[in-house]
């Protein structure tokens, strides 16, 4: 059920409303990996390969729409603040309908581009048809990914971050026992991972659907689900816009780094590899303790309320700091037995403990920019997220570039130039909230 972030004690309150998200993200990154052990083991390397050629194009499509839905998610969060349940039901009909057929024709665009962009990628003759064959499926289901999306954005900007927890878990066993399904006993290889991703994404939905009519009163809106306003759908798409923005401006930078990493041989890429899947996992709860922030911030500031917007503010970045400290100390000392359990190379093992030890000194500066990102997007600004987002992925690269090429370090340089990067985004932020 929804919480009430108005009243009560704040930091037991983020803590509670933190936990699910952190655990329904941990619990996609396992399923991510249980998927591809699945394909891997009962298909081949060919269909391995061309489910992983795939993941670029559908992450930067899935972060898009996922920026949309906390753009929205914001505003949706005031107007519930505020008791303005009018403007709230008219809020989410026109995030559902405008949103909806922008998927749809988001959803045809790939499925007619699929394979010119595969092509455009270099994608080799061999595996061409399967990685087609694959993305087209999981496009014909966008829809359904923008449903749930959208639907457990609404739960949880009115506080109730549990219902979209449950549903996922749900739906990600259920992926999991329809890809043994249709892949290891149907035999239908990638074809039959896509469809039951599918089907899973769209039963991820119906759930949610389900959940808010009898759970959820303030969102069933019943005939009003087919209401549209364009002055709120303006509103939405700027808000939207700016989100989806900083969520792809995120990941370009990261397949920047990676381009750079590639150049390095098999064992730094390997070792790259086994510490970014460490990295997410440690980072992620640095990201949710933001997103909570966000918003405790939203409906504060919609109900009027900007002490408690204050106080949640100094006490998500206590919170931030304590978290980050202990993931620093965790990364650190036990750096080689987590790099250990994806690897028995001696070379991948020493250069992944020195990447992993040296991001750890990294945790508590994403800590404080997360923390702060989660203010602002919570007082409805997001335009210093995405200016911010777009400092420190430029200056990533641009710092990696220039160790790697010009100075040629290798792994140490990957740090360096994540620590120069973080410090140019404080750099742009810090001086904004001084001044909020």
């Known amino acids: 059920m929804a919480a009430d972030f108005t009243k009560g004690k704040i930091t037991p309150e983020l803590v509670k409303f933190t936990v699910p998200l952190v655990l329904g993200n941990i619990f996609q990154l396992l399923y991510n990996a249980a998927d591809g052990v699945i394909v891997g083991r009962y298909v081949g390397k060919e269909a391995l390969a061309a489910v992983g050629t795939s993941n670029p194009l559908m992450t930067l499509v899935i972060l898009f729409f996922n920026g949309i839905t906390l753009g929205a998610g914001i505003l949706i969060g005031t107007h519930y603040g505020a008791k303005d349940y009018k403007t709230l039901r008219l809020q989410i009909s026109t995030t559902m309908l405008g949103g909806g057929a922008f998927a749809l024709i988001m959803s045809v665009l790939f499925i007619l581009l699929a394979r010119p962009l595969f092509v455009l990628m270099q994608v080799e003759e061999a595996i061409l048809d399967i990685s ?100 709120l759908f303006r509103t939405t798409v700027s808000y939207g816009w700016t989100s989806a923005m900083q969520q792809v401006t995120v990941q370009l930078g990261k397949i920047g780094i990676q381009t750079i990493v590639n150049t390095m041989g098999v064992s730094a890429m390997a070792a790259f590899t086994i510490v970014n899947r460490i990295d ?55 750096a080689t037995p987590l790099v250990s359990l994806s690897s028995t190379d001696p070379e991948v093992i020493n250069k992944g403990t020195v990447y992993l030890r040296l991001i750890s000194f990294m ?62 985004m404080l750099a742009v932020e810090a001086p904004l909230l001084k001044r909020t």
């Not at 980072?283 to 204050?310: C, L, W």
């Not at 970045?317 to 304590?322: A, F, L, R, T």
């Open 132 to 231: 087609v064959g694959y993305m087209r499926i999981i496009f014909c289901g966008l829809i359904f990914t923008f449903m749930y999306n959208c639907l457990a954005s609404m739960l949880r900007a009115i506080g109730d971050s549990t219902g979209p927890l449950v549903f996922l878990v749900i739906s990600a066993a259920l992926n999991i026992l329809g890809d043994l399904f249709f892949v290891a006993y149907l035999g239908m290889g990638a074809t039959g991972a896509a469809i039951s991703t599918v089907l899973c994404e769209a039963l991820s939905g119906v759930f949610c659907l389900v959940y808010i009519h009898f759970r959820v009163p303030v969102l069933r809106l019943g005939r009003d689900w087919l209401k549209f306003d364009k002055g």
């Open 280 to 334: 997410d996992f440690a980072y992620i709860p640095e990201q949710n303790i933001g997103h909570a922030m966000t918003s405790f911030m939203a409906i504060n500031r919609g109900a009027g309320k900007m002490d408690r917007v204050r106080d949640g503010f100094k006490e998500g970045m206590i919170i931030e700091i304590v978290y980050g400290l202990l993931i620093f100390v965790v990364c650190l000392t036990l």
């Open 363 to 424: 945790y508590i500066l994403p800590a404080l920019t997360n923390g702060i990102q989660g203010f602002f997007r919570g007082m409805g600004d997001l335009r210093i997220t995405l200016i911010s987002s777009i400092t420190n992925m430029g200056v990533r690269v641009l710092a990696a570039v220039i160790m790697v090429f010009v100075f040629h370090i290798e792994m140490e340089a990957l740090p360096v130039s994540y620590l120069a990067g973080w410090i140019g």
